[in-house]
């Protein structure tokens, strides 16, 4: 709001210095000629147009207006980004749960390249992955958001994971693997054949598009806006009572991922894909 005020305040400065400028024009015109009118004439009707435009200006400082849509600065388009998928992988591994026993973890990797070809703005890019769920095995929730594992990936499965967001300079490149855990309490409800989308996050614009989770080149174009939460399906997959408060809390990503619970196809009471 103080921006706001700013301006009007701003703008009913201009409009009445506009005024006393009009006002003395008119006065020096009358003055030079006896017979010119000092009121009906057009830079006393310029000057009284200012006047009221300023004291509008000022009234809109006081009352908080927000800023007229061309006065407001133009948001940043989504930059114009590429992800070449080179290869995915699904793979089985086992990490250490909080009470000390091994627990299996599915995870899923991606080898990509990240390239930007803008030539002044730069992105800093977060990328997640949701994947199908059977429609209607956890009510209106369609897919299932995948963190980024929190623990050691054991050496032996030669996965490096990118660090994210991802900074890329105008017209630079990024290139390594995409690491995800698919929640355990989510391995009986994905849908076969294994499907999914990675969505592009940038945080300089807070944009974010979505791809298919496929090999291939996928570049601006081909991108879909995505609005930032797992699909949500028709009412005619309405969840049971007890589920109700799990569908309403998976609609948005987890912005730090945590760990899945213990017990792989228990769901925690916060519901999936909670976000930490």
């Given at each position: 709001m103080r921006s706001h005020r700013e301006f009007w305040l701003w703008l009913g400065g201009l409009f009445l210095t506009l005024f006393a400028l009009f006002t003395a024009v008119a006065i020096a015109y009358f003055?030079?000629?006896?017979?010119?009118?000092?009121?009906?004439?057009?830079?006393?009707?310029?000057?009284?147009?200012?006047f009221v435009a300023a004291h509008a200006?000022?009234?809109?400082?006081?009352?908080?207006?927000?800023?007229?849509?061309?006065?407001?600065?133009?948001?940043?388009?989504f930059p114009a980004l590429e992800i070449e998928i080179h290869g995915a992988s699904t793979i089985e591994a086992q990490r250490e749960a909080d009470s000390g026993l091994a627990v299996t973890a599915r995870l899923r990797s991606?080898?990509?390249?990240?390239?930007?070809?803008?030539?002044?703005?730069?992105?800093?890019?977060?990328?997640?992955l949701y994947v199908k769920l059977v429609p209607g095995s956890w009510g209106r929730v369609g897919e299932a958001v995948c963190p980024v594992p929190d623990w050691s990936l054991p050496p032996s499965l030669s996965l490096h994971p990118m660090p994210m967001p991802v900074?890329?300079?105008p017209g630079g490149r990024a290139s390594g693997q995409l690491v995800y855990e698919i929640p355990g309490y989510y391995l009986d409800k994905l849908a076969e054949p294994a499907r999914g989308r990675l969505e592009l996050w940038d945080h300089v614009t807070d944009q974010r598009m979505t791809v298919p989770a496929e090999i291939g080149s996928h570049d601006r174009p081909a991108m879909v806006p995505s609005s930032g939460s797992a699909e949500i399906l028709g009412p005619e997959y309405e969840s049971q009572p007890d589920q109700q408060s799990d569908v309403t809390a998976s609609l948005s990503p987890p912005a730090q991922p945590s760990a899945p619970p213990d017990q792989p196809h228990t769901p925690p009471?916060?519901?999936?894909?909670?976000?930490?």
């Amino acid at each position: 709001m103080r921006s706001h005020r700013e301006f009007w305040l701003w703008l009913g400065g201009l409009f009445l210095t506009l005024f006393a400028l009009f006002t003395a024009v008119a006065i020096a015109y009358f003055v030079k000629d006896k017979s010119y009118s000092l009121f009906l004439n057009g830079w006393m009707l310029a000057a009284l147009l200012s006047f009221v435009a300023a004291h509008a200006s000022f009234f809109g400082a006081i009352r908080s207006w927000p800023l007229p849509a061309a006065a407001r600065p133009a948001r940043p388009a989504f930059p114009a980004l590429e992800i070449e998928i080179h290869g995915a992988s699904t793979i089985e591994a086992q990490r250490e749960a909080d009470s000390g026993l091994a627990v299996t973890a599915r995870l899923r990797s991606f080898t990509v390249t990240l390239r930007s070809a803008e030539s002044e703005q730069r992105a800093s890019v977060t990328v997640l992955l949701y994947v199908k769920l059977v429609p209607g095995s956890w009510g209106r929730v369609g897919e299932a958001v995948c963190p980024v594992p929190d623990w050691s990936l054991p050496p032996s499965l030669s996965l490096h994971p990118m660090p994210m967001p991802v900074d890329l300079q105008p017209g630079g490149r990024a290139s390594g693997q995409l690491v995800y855990e698919i929640p355990g309490y989510y391995l009986d409800k994905l849908a076969e054949p294994a499907r999914g989308r990675l969505e592009l996050w940038d945080h300089v614009t807070d944009q974010r598009m979505t791809v298919p989770a496929e090999i291939g080149s996928h570049d601006r174009p081909a991108m879909v806006p995505s609005s930032g939460s797992a699909e949500i399906l028709g009412p005619e997959y309405e969840s049971q009572p007890d589920q109700q408060s799990d569908v309403t809390a998976s609609l948005s990503p987890p912005a730090q991922p945590s760990a899945p619970p213990d017990q792989p196809h228990t769901p925690p009471a916060s519901g999936p894909g909670r976000p930490a």
